[in-house]
């Protein structure tokens, strides 16, 4: 098979997953096993208490569909953003699990829910941050799409994620969303003290998807590329979007138009955390997307 045609198989792979049918988020969808249950309470139950005088990082890896690729991105993504952001002991990872790399809990969205309310218990919201990660499939004029072969489906709206955050009154937030037309949640999520940074505008699809992969794209660029460099953050995804633009220019494909979105009062932990990253660059994790060396 050509490269042209092998891609062309991905993107509508892509495509139809992120068109499915899907009902709007239900509170229960999702809801997992006794046994899921009492697994990620005993790791949320072991998050540490904010250092006061400390900008902490509490960060929350989520994988909110069951293609390996999405829970393989949401696992490793986990490891380099506790790593980048000094938040060793003090990261979520919400993920199918794959042999012997195991998350602390499924990605659904009353584990995320869960995860987030626990994280701002511990946290001081006023001077800690919360670094959230999802990747899945997204819908146009819709939003993220969650999908379980065993739960069911679901989309989770601009709306439904923001009243989330809003409701654990988490004050410094970095969210980070892997989908295609993730930009539609921007102007949801935008606020003095955000940053928000996605893997395409809102009338674009990003790239990667294909269930086999160990990245998206995004994932690729970002989490396993770019923020292994010892460089700020908004200079990492400065990084990632110029490779993205890079790949999909020649393969002659629609550029994914990655967002990012400083909130005006944002700088200050942006600068506390960029002090404390890692000074030595460390190198990716797994195999690039398959898209790129067909």
Known sequence: MSRRFAFIGAILACLLAGTAPAQQLDPNAGAP?????????QSLAALPPQRPGVVDAYVVSVALDSDPVFNREAREAGRVLASRFDAAGRTIV???DEGADKAQGVGSPPHLAQALGRAAQVMDVKEDVLVLYSTSHGSPRAGINYRDVARGAAVITPEQLAGLLAERKFENRLI??????????VPALSAPRTVVATAASATRSSFGCSAGNDWTFFGHALINQAMRQPESFVRQFRRAFVTIFGWERKMGIDPSDPQISVGKDAGGWLAALDRRAPKIASAPAGNPPSELSN
């Open 176 to 185: 980070i969303l892997q989908a295609c037309f993730a930009g539609q949640f």
């Open 94 to 96: 919400l993920a199918a």
């Open 33 to 41: 096993s006794a046994n899921e249950e009492a697994r990620l309470a």
